[in-house]
């Protein structure tokens, strides 16, 4: 087992957290491997932090984006690369020691091309671990490229990243990447993110016109409950844009691809409390969520790797 694994670093002002994700790359028990970093013309010192680690070991490289966008930093950086294994770490992430070995291992042993390992929440102050997930997916989706794997001709397949679909693009990609196969359930920890106060991601515009290009792109590989979820995450989204005839527009659809009747209720709620605001959208909000996500059944059925 020698084959190169080609880390992909899209960076953009965290010259202070980007030297973290950087040493997590070097301290990497399998030594194959490069590190792409892709400066998204960050005002800081991102340039200088990265080519000083280049300047000591050359299987980090560092390039300036020739365009803007997180979507275009990755697809450069995959150009870029020479691995057959492709691998993505945000710049305020880090890898655990053992990541690069333990999915390589895991990815030969199952024959699958898209690998799915699990992570850790920790605070960064402390350390503490706040939350680990892994093995949780049960759709044909999924997000934080941190701790995917891929075979590279697999991507080269579907394209790369798209930026029509940002906030949203990872998620969208996987959508496209499910066309050709099923991820694998990697039984690992394997990438640690570290939250910020303020960095949960709030409904917008641009969020919400990414659920429906993903909608478009996923019509051919979501089943009627999945095409669903996405449609009541959507009116979610407008309800709280303050636009209830989009929402009330979008929960209808979800209903009618529900067969459980959930997104019937809500729909059924929302036509009689839409017109109630001030303190009751909190309240409106909180039965839309709790709907949302009750009782979701395992839609797609992943492949596990252990790592044994």
């Not at 970093?37 to 070991?57: G, L, M």
């Not at 979501?222 to 303050?242: C, I, K, N, V």
């Not at 005839?245 to 059924?268: C, N, T, V």
Request: glycine share 6%.
């Amino acid at each position: 087992m020698n084959e190169l694994v080609s880390c992909v670093v899209p960076s953009y002002n965290r010259a202070h957290l980007l030297k973290e994700a950087i040493e997590s790359t070097i301290a990497q028990t399998y030594q194959n491997w490069e590190m792409i970093i892709v400066d998204d013309q960050s005002p800081d010192n991102t340039a200088e932090v990265a080519q000083s680690y280049a300047a000591k070991d050359p299987r980090v490289r560092y390039f300036l984006n020739p365009e803007k966008g997180v979507s275009s930093a990755r697809n450069y950086g995959i150009q870029m690369s020479k691995g057959q294994y492709i691998a993505f770490l945000d710049d305020d992430d880090i890898s655990l020691p053992h990541r690069f070995e333990s999915q390589l291992k895991a990815m030969k042993k199952s024959g699958n091309g898209f690998l799915v390992s699990g992570f850790q929440s920790r605070d960064r102050d402390t350390g503490e671990v706040l939350e680990e997930q892994k093995l949780e997916l049960k759709a044909t989706c999924t997000g934080f490229p941190s701790r995917w794997m891929i075979r590279r001709d697999l991507l080269d397949k579907v394209g790369g990243f798209d930026q029509a679909a940002a906030p949203l693009e990872d998620i969208e990609l996987s959508a496209r990447l499910a066309a050709y196969e099923t991820f694998a359930l990697h039984d690992d920890i394997v990438a640690v993110t570290f939250p910020t106060e303020g960095s949960a991601s709030s409904a917008t515009e641009k969020k919400v016109r990414a659920r429906l290009v993903l909608l478009e792109r996923g019509k051919n590989v979501f089943s009627p409950l999945e095409t669903a979820w996405w449609e009541f995450s959507a009116a979610t989204d407008y309800y709280m844009l303050g636009q209830k005839d989009k929402a009330q527009e979008f929960l209808k659809k979800a209903a009618a691809g529900d067969r459980r009747g959930l997104y019937s209720l809500a729909y059924q709620y929302f036509k009689f409390t839409k017109a109630f605001g001030g303190p009751f959208k909190r309240v409106n909000l909180k039965v839309l969520s709790t709907l949302r996500e009750h009782n979701f059944p395992t839609l797609v059925k992943h492949p596990v790797v252990g790592n044994n």
